[in-house]
């Protein structure tokens, strides 16, 4: 095993390492839209009990807000897959 190989194989697993630490990071972009989720659903939940008339409204504008955060985590759990499963930075 000659100094190239040596350095190739450190290469790859430097690349599939730093990938996977990348993963671990972009599905901890899933705890903002959790927690922001969880204050919406509190709020909606607290004007539908001072205001039951306006159910409706209240809950559908809080679905739509809540659909707009959760993209948020979507999207770093789609960086996720795409850094464990999808390598092409390896020969």
Not at 35 to 41: E, S
Not at 49 to 66: D, K, W
Request: hydrophobic residues 50%; charged residues 10%; proline residues 4%.
């Amino acid at each position: 095993m000659g100094a190239n190989e040596t350095m190739e194989l450190f290469n790859e697993n430097f690349i599939l390492g730093c990938s996977a630490i990348g993963a671990g990071l972009a599905v901890i972009a899933g705890i903002g839209p959790g927690v922001g989720q969880g204050i919406a659903a509190g709020y909606g939940a607290s004007a539908v009990g001072r205001n039951p008339g306006a159910r409706g409204a209240i809950m559908s504008t809080m679905l739509l807000g809540q659909a707009v955060a959760e993209t948020t985590g979507l999207y770093g759990l789609l960086i996720a897959f795409l850094l464990l499963f999808v390598k092409p930075l390896l020969p």
